[in-house]
């Protein structure tokens, strides 16, 4: 059971292998690098856009696999602003924009949406704790990720 003006969080594993389940009236967000295929078959258009939209940008994403090819995650995340970087693409980005101000208005309608991640990876490193601290909104954990309240 969701709540009421509720993001929850979760992987894209857990997504997959039907150990949560949104409803069908949830917005269900794939964050990281865009929708994946499996995502892009089993979601809504909207869904689709919405993870579109979101997606860090690619020069972004480059900057931090190249990274990543010298350090280990945690550093290499650190290492190019991952973090300050994305926010300020959050932040200023018309699409963007126009799609976080979508999911406020879903939320204070009382919906619910879900926040996907590609990994199950610490809280500080995730896509979506920016996300949800964007949306101004605690998160309800579900699939195996850690409550951030």
Known sequence: MTHRGTVRETYGAALRLGEVTPGPDDVVVEVGSGPSESFVRTRSDADVAATRSLAPPRQLRFDLERARGRLDPEEAWEAVGYAAQYREFLESDPTARAELDRIRRR???????????????????????????????????????AVRR
């Not at 919906?111 to 949800?132: F, K, M, Q, S």
């Open 107 to 145: 939320l204070t309608t009382g919906g619910t949406v879900w926040l996907v991640c590609p990994g199950n990876t610490p809280d500080e490193r995730r896509h979506r704790a920016i996300l949800a601290e964007l949306l101004g909104k605690d998160v309800r954990s579900d699939g195996g990720a």
